[in-house]
């Protein structure tokens, strides 16, 4: 049968049985990351991070100084408690260079944490990798770190402190900061997806978790037999590893340091798994 082509209509339709179509079912078993598919998806991600940070400062009075604030007011009542009434060897600019790392790490924690659930209408309705996410609300964070940072800079210029040749590894403890931020975070997402009362979980344990952490204090306040065992705080070696590129203060043993890194990578790694386990779950379960 001949087939007539109109100057409207220039090719074709394809027969029915020719059109080809993808079907999307969940797979089985545990499954690895697959970074191309991420990579592949990543305006995507940075879409997400910017309308993160778009939507946090929409409509705020004080804008950009929440950034400031947080670690601002952490310094303040860290320095009351640990230094005038615990009398522990500290001074404002030193826990003021903690409270960097540690609000970056608590708010990329929380949107992480909450990342899912604040999606649920983009995952029940478009297909793409749900480790986008968590990672776009983890980098929204990375805003109110830079301007905290730069107090951090201006501080340091009062108390005339001039950072060392350490200050070069910097980024690996920023680094490690997102790390811990990622391992946590992925845990308490996936599981937030199917018990909503991880969400009033997450501030009562970031707030536990600053105690258990040298910010208010350092950590040669702490025993030293009991050192290495404090670096199963992954934020323990981290903390004291940032508070010495940037001040010069003594360096993080190796053994804490070591011990706090292999938590993040193990945290990390396990985290990946299961989120990626209870993905297939996420848009029956939200």
């Not at 040669?220 to 009991?226: G, T």
Request: hydrophobic content about 55%.
């Amino acid at each position: 049968m001949s087939q007539t082509i109109s100057p409207t209509n220039p090719t074709p339709a394809p027969p029915p049985d020719a059109l080809s179509t993808t079907v999307i079912e969940p797979r089985v078993g545990w499954q690895p990351i697959d970074l191309r598919e991420i990579w592949h998806y990543r305006d995507l991600l940075f879409f997400l991070a910017w309308r993160d940070i778009k939507v946090r400062y929409k409509q705020t009075s004080l804008g950009a100084a929440w950034a400031v604030l947080q670690p601002l007011m952490t310094m303040v009542v860290f320095t009351i408690v640990f230094g005038k009434f615990a009398k522990m060897n500290t001074s404002p600019v030193i826990i003021f260079c903690a409270a960097v790392p540690w609000t970056l790490f608590a708010s990329a924690l929380s949107n992480a944490g909450n990342s899912l659930i604040s999606n649920q209408n983009l995952i029940s309705k478009v297909y793409f990798p749900r480790l986008i996410i968590p990672i776009a609300s983890i980098l929204s964070a990375l805003v109110d770190f830079a301007i905290a940072f730069a107090v951090l800079l201006v501080m340091m210029g009062c108390y005339r402190i001039v950072p060392g040749w350490s200050v070069v590894l910097l980024p690996v403890f920023i680094l490690l900061v997102l790390m811990s931020a990622m391992a946590v975070g992925l845990w308490l997402s996936a599981l937030n997806v199917e018990y909503r009362d991880i969400r009033y979980i997450i501030p009562f344990l970031t707030q536990l978790w600053v105690f258990a952490s040298p910010v208010g204090y350092k950590s040669s306040e702490v025993p030293e037999q009991w050192r290495t065992l404090y670096g199963l705080n992954p934020m323990a070696g981290v903390i004291e590893g940032f508070r010495w590129a940037m001040l010069g203060e003594v360096a993080p043993s190796f053994a804490m340091m070591g011990v706090s890194t292999a938590m993040i990578v193990v945290l990390l790694i396990g985290g990946l798994f299961y989120f990626r386990r209870m993905e297939k779950t996420f848009a029956d379960l939200i």
